[in-house]
């Protein structure tokens, strides 16, 4: 517990912060979730300020496992690591189709998706992965030459269950 004389005074980003704290390590299902463990923090924060928060900081609903759902920021700062079992989930929940061409591994997701696969990929330290472009339902990967697109190809399809 924080100590409620320093959080009632916090400004939006300070606020904005803590509730991407919150959401990193527990799954928080809706918004009243939300301003109750901001309560709990000393931070009086209501539904619509949350609302706000949660779409500044481009917070989307993710299925977990078991089918509930719960709040994710996709855009987490690069040097941040998504463990195995994270990317294994995202994939799993969101890719339907990899495929290859050399050294780039193209992707397919659901219109919207391919950003959250795309971020999740990125902060994976995956060796081989250059770099990627997500759109709405297609990511380009490039992958370094000394590995190859088929390699990474099918490590990610055995990652989305494919």
């Known amino acids: 517990m924080t100590d409620r004389s ?15 704290k919150i959401i ?6 809706n918004q009243a979730a939300l301003v109750d463990l901001l309560a709990a923090e000393g931070v009086s924060a209501t539904q619509a300020t949350v609302s706000r928060d949660l779409e500044d900081l481009g917070a989307i609903k993710v299925r977990m496992p078991g089918g509930d ?3 994710a920021i996709p855009a987490l700062p690069k040097q941040q ?4 079992d994270h ?11 990899v495929t290859h061409s ?3 591994v193209v992707i397919r997701t659901p219109p919207g998706s391919a950003h959250v696969v795309a971020s999740a990929l990125d902060r994976s330290g995956l060796r081989g992965v250059l770099g990627t ?5 297609t990511i380009f990967i490039v992958v370094a030459s000394d590995l190859g697109g088929a390699a990474l190809a099918a490590q990610l399809s055995e990652l989305a269950g494919l």
Do not use: M
Request: charged fraction near 25%; hydrophobic fraction near 35%.
């Open 24 to 29: 990193e390590n527990q799954p928080v299902a």
């Open 133 to 137: 472009v997500a759109g709405d339902d």
């Open 81 to 84: 690591q998504a463990p195995e």
């Open 69 to 71: 759902t719960a709040y």
């Open 87 to 97: 990317l294994r989930r995202v994939f799993g929940d969101w890719v339907v189709e």
């Open 6 to 20: 320093t959080t009632s005074k916090l400004g939006k980003t300070q606020r904005q912060y803590l509730v991407a």
């Open 102 to 104: 050399d050294n780039i």
